[in-house]
């Protein structure tokens, strides 16, 4: 099973370009940008970034897959500190919820 999982893995990525994350990051900016759940310059810069992962699999372009590698890290770290943004605002919801229900 492993052996199969590896070769699409494989074909995806590394020579042929990066075509799974390119096209993950470009799905996820584009649906979050409508709607409107996540910062707008995050999701422009997934959108580019998604985009320059996609477009590495033309032969003379393949200098893009470092470029991406690249953005792709500094998408998904601002892409964390806004879940735990949104995940701390919960919390404190919740705790004032239950600070209300006691008085």
Do not use: Y
Not at 33 to 52: C, E, V, W
Not at 90 to 100: G, P
Request: hydrophobic share 50%.
């Amino acid at each position: 099973m492993w052996q199969g999982i590896e070769s699409v893995a494989s074909g995806l990525s590394f020579g042929n370009g990066e075509i799974l994350g390119g096209l993950l990051t470009l799905l996820v900016s584009l649906a979050a940008l409508r709607a409107g759940g996540l910062p707008k310059g995050l999701n422009i810069l997934g959108l580019l970034i998604g985009a320059g992962g996609i477009l590495s699999i033309i032969p003379r372009l393949t200098s893009l897959i470092g470029v991406f590698g690249a953005g792709q890290i500094i998408w998904f770290v601002w892409l964390g500190l806004c879940c735990c943004a949104v995940i701390r605002v919960i919390q404190w919801n919740n705790r004032a919820s239950l600070r209300h229900r006691i008085n």
